[in-house]
């Protein structure tokens, strides 16, 4: 009994990676469930092309993010765990990159809209049809507006965790749950309005008044210092990101733009709903991430780091496998209790594969920590030009001949390829420091 006790202080108890995953992670699944357990009743009070449509511009809205952040979300954790022990250097550098951030963010979205690049965007994918691009144009200002707020919420988030304040972390996710979806959920539901324009709307509207609120914690360990050092930094390690995800857009929004094409709304309704529920393994390796990546930063020593990560990947295949079988098991259930649509039903077999992808996907992340820490994030560029090269022509080769299973099929095999280059990558670096 002596011995279980002791090996479960050590393993869990005092273990501060396993107890501040626990406290995020709790939250999480509190926020984030909670935001599953909503599914049905948007699904009830959206039509199947409503629900597709807004799942459509979800989606690009946040590859957008990836993109319009600059990578200075990245750069803040790097630069926070080099800066903690001296608080004028953090205060500096914590103002010229927040500050940098919304400058850059702010101008970025005036000259998209004023220059119309977003709609030369979906224009050049799809000149044949007009659908996606209408559909775009009658919601683009909310589009921005979502894509501004999940900016600064995601930059808000990073700060949280590089700090560890864990708290206020989950504070902050547990209002925006809460007043977002009930506010939006009841503007829905009680008016006769565009369901996709309400939804966009009120919700980041919403996201970004709080964010106001929570973004002075940033404010008040600023020293007013602009740095042009930390400002170069910040932008040697996260301009290569938005760059990256500049590249990888094709692979992250390049799979629900050929689902649109080839199936429509009520095929992207289908693809979004599924590619909903697979998301929880990826939020799960998110809440985890959150905790691992400032530790990880701090960790000098290169064997220690790929030990547990070797740990952590036997961790999460196994793991999300088993969760994902149990999620496909519970998904059947909601089906067959009338809890989902039947009009629903077609993600029955597209749920396995997507889980799949997003056990690849956690994977790459994992994996993509060691390009930060070792300042090489313009390995991402190249990584993400070749497989959105090879991916458009492999999402719309096999949306083209098995529709939405096909590009399902497509996504595990651009994310294997992903992972099978990250990790020989990632040793090759380890190798070469540690002989």
């Given at each position: 009994?002596?011995?279980?006790?002791?090996?479960?202080?050590?393993?869990?108890?005092d273990n501060i990676i396993v107890s501040r995953?626990?406290?995020?992670?709790s939250v999480d699944v509190l926020v984030r469930g909670a935001n599953f357990l909503l599914i049905p009743v948007f699904l009830y009070i959206m039509t199947q092309e409503e629900y597709g449509l807004y799942g459509y511009l979800y989606s690009f809205a946040m590859t957008m993010t990836q993109i319009l952040g600059f990578?200075?979300?990245?750069?803040?954790?790097?630069?926070y765990a080099d800066t903690h022990k001296d608080s004028t250097l953090k205060g500096s550098m914590l103002f010229t990159l927040t500050s940098s951030m919304f400058f850059l963010l702010i101008l970025s979205i005036f000259i998209i809209l004023v220059s119309g690049i977003d709609k030369d965007f979906f224009?050049?994918?799809?000149?044949?049809?007009?659908?996606?691009?209408?559909?775009y144009a009658t919601y683009r200002i909310w589009v921005f507006v979502a894509i501004f707020s999940m900016v600064i919420a995601n930059y808000l988030s990073f700060f949280l965790v590089s700090s560890e304040k864990i708290s206020s972390l989950q504070g902050f996710n547990l209002l925006r749950f809460f007043l977002t979806n009930l506010v939006a959920i009841g503007v829905i539901y009680f008016s006769d309005g565009d369901a996709v324009f309400q939804r966009l709307a009120y919700t980041y509207l919403i996201e970004i008044i709080l964010c106001i609120g929570f973004y002075f914690m940033i404010i008040r360990e600023f020293i007013y210092k602009f740095s042009l050092y930390f400002l170069k930094k910040g932008l040697k390690i996260g301009l290569p990101v938005m760059v990256a995800a500049l590249m990888y857009a094709v692979l992250s929004f390049g799979d629900k733009y050929f689902v649109f094409k080839y199936s429509g709304e009520v095929g992207m309704s289908i693809y979004y709903l599924a590619f909903l529920i697979s998301s929880i393994l990826l939020i799960i390796y998110q809440s985890f991430n959150f905790i691992w990546n400032p530790l990880f930063m701090?960790?000098?020593?290169?064997?220690?780091?790929r030990r547990k990560t070797n740990r952590y990947i036997l961790i999460i295949l196994i793991g999300f496998s088993v969760f994902g079988t149990l999620i496909c098991l519970g998904v059947y259930f909601l089906l067959w209790l009338g809890v989902f649509p039947e009009n629903y039903s077609g993600i029955l077999p597209i749920l396995p594969l997507l889980l799949i992808s997003q056990i690849l996907s956690s994977l790459n992340l994992l994996m993509m920590n060691f390009m930060t820490y070792f300042e090489k994030t313009y390995i991402q560029v190249f990584v993400g030009a070749i497989l959105s090269i090879i991916g458009y022509f492999l999402f719309d080769y096999m949306g083209m001949i098995m529709s939405i299973m096909g590009i399902s099929i497509a996504l595990i095999v651009l994310n294997l390829i992903q992972f099978s280059f990250y990790y020989f990558r990632v040793n090759y670096y380890i190798n070469n420091r540690t002989r």
């Open positions: 009994m002596n011995r279980f006790s002791a090996l479960f202080d050590k393993y869990f108890r995953f626990v406290r995020v992670f990578g200075l979300y990245v750069s803040l954790t790097k630069l224009s050049f994918l799809n000149s044949s049809q007009s659908t996606d691009i209408n559909s701090k960790e000098k020593d290169l064997l220690v780091l």
